[in-house]
């Protein structure tokens, strides 16, 4: 007869943001937790995330800042744990950060203290974690409650948490566990894709743009109703940077994109006044002084016609102040799962409870984090979910 297996409160499958934050809380709370991770070592995208600095949140998170088919479902969790919860916990640890861009909070040092932290603070709460540890499979056994066969025994449970986060990074032990396990319980998975991810140029768009790899700017970049103001930059696929990685989570192939390469300026105003006060300096003169170089030069070769201001008439300066506004950047597809910083998409939140993260189906079943079918925008969004979900869920076992 095979041998009984571990009995815990709850079990939570992934050691990532959402995992270990549901973890500790519960432990916190006095539950018997076992948390088990296939990676050989919890946390590895807060270990690389912010340039190996974690933008461990943003202090100026509203449910505006996600990505759902239910805009709704975050407002109570990200409500009931905000970013100065998470804060006062960073605090607590005597971990330095600093505001790098508005609201968005990195470590001074180093990610790995946040995981240190989030290790301690479990440690404390008499958590188990189990590393390198496969699920063979879950089910439900007659008694109710979940069993789970893993290459490091069975254990079971009344409670199970997914937080096996989404897609994307791959060698970082991204799986699509969490959505099958999903749909096996009779859940919806919305389609998923990859997002906060750089964009790729083919044909006779790369061609154009190539050569202008490292050259970086500032623009709104604009697509589907939305809009950001940030940096982009040319690399040798395509493009990339905040502005891009930003839109890129609203735009999908065929879809319109178009860049304000004169942010904040009204183009034509600018033109005329450029070209009253200078007319004897060439288009690509002028523009250079606000544009890249290479960049204003290539614009004048390809999309307006370089010549000295004065020169320019009436109609000539009219589509230069279309282009520049509502430059049309034709990209063919997303460097995919390989690079993108999240997964858009996934388990369909009208099955969970948005103030538990527990299945309407399936009873003790609960679903925190990058799983979820919630998306934030760059600058710590991402995280902050991860904190507030894991933290509902673990108030709630
Ligand atoms: P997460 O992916 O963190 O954790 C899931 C865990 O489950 C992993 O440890 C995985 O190995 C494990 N797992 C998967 N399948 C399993 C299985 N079958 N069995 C057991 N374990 C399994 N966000 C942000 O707010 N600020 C930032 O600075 C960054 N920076 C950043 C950089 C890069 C390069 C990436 C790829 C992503 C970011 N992000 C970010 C996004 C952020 O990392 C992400 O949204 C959260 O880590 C999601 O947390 P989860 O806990 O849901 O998943």
Not at 339 to 359: I, K, P
């Amino acid at each position: 007869m095979a041998e009984a297996p571990v009995r815990y409160d709850a079990i939570v499958i992934g050691a990532g943001a959402a995992g270990l934050m549901c973890a500790l809380t519960a432990g916190q709370r006095g539950l018997r937790v076992l948390v088990v991770e296939h990676a050989n070592k919890p946390g590895k995208k807060i270990l690389m995330s912010g340039g190996g600095r974690c933008n461990f949140t943003n202090t100026g998170t509203t449910p505006a800042n996600y990505i759902s088919a239910n805009p709704h479902f975050c407002k109570s969790a990200l409500a009931r744990y905000t970013p100065w919860h998470f804060i006062d916990l960073v605090e607590k640890h005597r971990i330095a950060y600093h505001e790098k861009a508005p609201g968005q909070l990195f470590c001074d040092v180093s990610s790995k203290l946040i995981v240190k932290m989030l290790l301690d603070e479990c440690a404390a709460a008499g958590v188990e974690l189990r590393t390198s540890c496969t699920v063979e499979a879950v089910e439900q056994p007659d008694g109710g409650g979940f069993l789970l066969r893993t290459t490091q025994g069975r254990f079971a449970a009344p409670s199970l948490v997914v937080a096996s986060g989404g897609l994307s990074i791959p060698s970082m032990g991204a799986t699509g566990f969490g959505y099958e396990l999903a749909r096996r319980f009779g859940h919806e998975v919305l389609p998923t894709r990859a997002g906060l991810v750089p964009l790729t140029l083919s044909g006779r768009h790369q061609e154009r743009l190539a050569d202008l790899s490292g050259v970086a700017l500032e623009v709104e970049a604009r697509c589907n109703g939305r809009s950001f103001r940030e940096a982009m930059l040319f690399t040798h696929r395509g493009v990339s940077g905040p502005a891009i990685l930003q839109i890129s989570s609203y735009w999908q192939p065929g879809d319109e994109l178009l860049l304000d390469l004169l942010p904040g300026r009204d183009a034509g105003e600018w033109l005329r006044a450029q070209q009253k006060a200078r007319p004897d300096a060439e288009l690509k003169t002028v523009l250079s002084e606000v544009l890249p170089r290479r960049f204003a030069q290539r614009l004048c070769e390809l999309w307006l016609q370089n010549r000295p201001m004065r020169q320019l008439d009436v109609p000539q300066l009219r589509k230069a102040a279309e282009v520049l506004p509502a430059w049309p950047l034709v990209a063919s597809g997303t460097e995919g799962y390989r690079t993108a910083e999240v997964t858009l998409g996934g388990v369909d939140t009208n099955g969970v409870s948005s103030s538990t993260m527990e299945s309407r189906k399936v009873p003790g079943l609960h679903f925190v984090g990058e799983v979820l079918d919630v998306t934030g925008w760059l600058g710590g969004y991402n995280f902050q979910w991860a904190w507030a979900s894991g933290h509902a869920a673990g108030q709630a076992l």
